[in-house]
């Protein structure tokens, strides 16, 4: 099984920016064929996709409210996926997770292996 831990949150200015990290250990790590995603979740809010990329091709895919903005890479020498988040906003507010799947989705069912999150708050 492949542990996930993300770091990165913090409290930021609107307008500012973050890079969040999550790093692959264990067992399980990242294969090839493995879809590492972000998610996020706000306070009283169902968690939902940020987004996600294809591990063996770099193909990456993005929610319509963080397009422009966000920007998902990864390290394979370092079994790390990250987000760089520019331009934050308020409603960017929320704990940000990372997920390993095997399919390209944005749907967290397609998602078994996860992180326990970071925080990122973005004052107005």
């Known amino acids: 099984q492949v542990e996930l831990v993300e770091s990165g949150g913090d409290s930021v200015q609107t307008g500012g920016s973050l890079r969040l990290s999550c790093a692959a250990s264990?067992?399980?790590?990242?294969?090839?064929?493995?879809?590492m995603a972000w998610f996020r979740q706000a306070p009283g809010k169902e968690r939902e996709f940020v987004a996600l990329?294809?591990?063996?091709?770099?193909?990456?895919l993005y929610a319509d409210s963080v397009k422009g903005r966000f920007s998902i890479s990864k390290n394979n020498a370092e079994n790390t996926a990250f987000l760089q988040m520019n331009n934050l906003k308020a409603a960017d507010t929320a704990v940000y997770y990372c997920?390993?799947?095997?399919?390209?989705?944005?749907?967290?069912?397609?998602?078994?292996?996860w992180g326990r999150g970071t925080q990122v708050t973005v004052a107005p």
């Open positions: 997920a390993r799947g095997s399919q390209y989705s944005s749907d967290q069912r397609d998602y078994r292996s």
């Open positions: 264990g067992p399980g790590r990242i294969y090839s064929s493995s879809v």
């Open positions: 990329i294809r591990w063996s091709s770099g193909t990456t």
